[in-house]
């Protein structure tokens, strides 16, 4: 079992960045496919991106503005957010699977971290 450790999150205004990470520990994030996935409020998980060996994805609403990568020095996964928006607001959280393939189903993924709280303002 893979354990994950979201930070990262905060209130920032519409237009502005953050940058999550997620610290794994018990695996090396170069074995895993990791992906990242927020719920809204009153809304079922969604996914965001998701990065492994073979490649990443980005969900298309999130496309040019949110960035996945990996560090496998610091067995960290980062998720880079520019242009924010109020439609941003979110629990963000980090997944992992021992996998080579890029996973955008939360179904697909056995390991979650506790989410951080991400909030734009208008």
């Known amino acids: 079992q893979v354990r994950l450790v979201e930070s990262g999150g905060g209130l920032v205004q519409t237009g502005g960045s953050l940058r999550l990470s997620c610290a794994a520990s018990g695996r090396t994030v170069s074995m895993l496919s990791m992906g990242w996935f927020r719920q809204p409020p009153g809304k079922p998980r969604q996914f965001v991106a998701a990065?492994?060996?073979?490649?990443?994805r980005t969900e298309d609403s999130v496309k040019g503005r949110f960035t996945i990568s990996r560090e496998n020095a610091k067995n960290t996964v980062y998720l880079q957010m520019n242009s924010l928006k109020p439609e941003d607001t979110a629990v963000y959280y980090c997944a992992a699977r021992e996998s080579r393939v890029v996973m955008t189903a939360a179904s697909a993924y056995d390991s979650w971290g506790q989410g951080t709280q991400v909030t734009v303002s208008s």
């Open positions: 990065i492994s060996t073979s490649g990443a």
